[in-house]
């Protein structure tokens, strides 16, 4: 389990990222209860990330090859899959909509990734101000496989 910071003191992207893919990615396949919570515990201390303006610098984190991500995710976790979503901005009469759980451990450990490389090849400000950008992206992903992992774990 993550430690609490102390009081006062604001994670830094890089550790809030960091502590999420090292769940997803440890040398232990999680459950999809240790999932759910790691999925939990990153969109709380979310909150917690300070703002920050991105480097002078304009470096490109390398290239990800999509396809091979997903590819890793799925073989990792073969027995998640598609689940149901709807837009809660929509009108109540669109039709629900499919989402796939790999795409969004896909998507999250892509943008959180970056998070990490703007971190240590740009420093802690860039990696904030990368992470707020890209929230709205794996933010959206994470909240909406959280709730299918909670379905998934307690009905």
């Known amino acids: 389990m993550t430690p609490r ?11 809030v990222a960091h502590d999420f893919l090292s769940v ?29 303006d991105c480097a002078d610098e ?6 990800v090859d999509g396809a091979a991500l997903y590819r890793d995710v799925a073989q990792r976790f073969p ?11 929509a009108s109540i009469d669109e039709a629900l909509m499919m989402a796939d759980a790999i795409d ?10 970056e998070v990490v490389w ?5 420093g802690a400000d860039d990696a ?9 992206h794996w933010g959206r992903h994470a909240r909406e496989l959280a709730l299918y992992l909670h379905a998934r774990c307690w009905g």
């Open 79 to 89: 027995d998640l899959g598609l689940y149901r979503v709807t837009d809660p901005l």
């Open 104 to 113: 969004d451990l896909a998507d999250i450990t892509r943008d959180l990734r």
């Open 118 to 122: 703007h971190a240590t090849n740009l």
């Open 128 to 136: 904030a101000w990368s992470f707020r950008l890209l929230f709205p």
């Open 24 to 52: 997803l990615w440890g040398d232990e396949v999680p459950t999809i209860e240790a999932l759910a919570q790691a999925l939990d515990r990153l969109l709380a201390r979310s909150h917690d990330v300070p703002m920050a």
């Open 5 to 15: 910071p102390e009081p006062g003191h604001a994670p830094s992207a890089a550790e």
């Open 58 to 63: 304009d470096h490109d984190p390398p290239p």
